[in-house]
């Protein structure tokens, strides 16, 4: 074992030593507070939500070390920090009835009111096209697609995050899908989060937090600005069409209402 790799050891057992003497500490903190941070599940019982707070300054770790430090990193802090600010207002103050783009423009034409879901699809794509116009190459209309697949990434993880630890076993595939690709500095961040991911997931089994859209936004965000490093226009083309494809079929029929009848069913 060289030292880098000794130093990447320490670091995730520090990451998982962390995580797993917070997350109980701000499930209990958040209990005794005044609300805000409690939410319905899936069954309508109250919950601890945007569980991402305890996964995002594991993110961070890298901008402590140069030799992790890829050069568009500082994009991405900005792109992550920005969205997970986002979520966490719609997790806090967002209304629950108002699901997906679908739902959210409904709120805007029919009640003139711009909701906190709206707030949040906007300003992330907004981030989206700054992130995408200052890391790579390409012309405007390559621009939209990297903002477009950042941007999807993000919310697609939203559109999951309908039962414990859904988003985090898609992370979990989608991360190693990408991992197999050789993504280089990326690698470090995707280590990261497997570990602080595992530690955190018996939590969220239980029914005690969820990641909420904070932490469904940052672990889709983080698998969005690594596709966009890592892959060709030509792979990045055909996953825009295929997460396009996704966000029609999940706004048309809900991905609750399916899970629903797979357990009846069971």
Known sequence: MTGKDFSVALILLLVMSLTFFLTPRFILLLQQGNGFFITKNFEGKKIVTAGGLIIFPIVLIPFFSYSYLEADHFFFLIFL?????????????????????????????????ISTGFLKALGGFSLAIFVAANVGDGNNIYWFVRAAVLALYANLFNLLDTRPALAIKFFYLFSFIFALFNPGGHIFLILLLWGSLYIYLPFELSRKIMLGDTGAYLLGGTLGFISISLFSPEILYIKLFFLLLLHLLLEKYSLSGFLDRVTKKE
Do not use: P, Y
Request: net charge positive; no cysteine; charged share 35%.
């Open 81 to 113: 920090t920005g969205i997970t600010v986002l979520a966490l207002v719609d997790d806090l103050f967002g209304e629950r009835n108002n699901k997906g783009f679908r739902g959210h423009f409904k709120v805007l034409w029919k009640e003139k009111k």
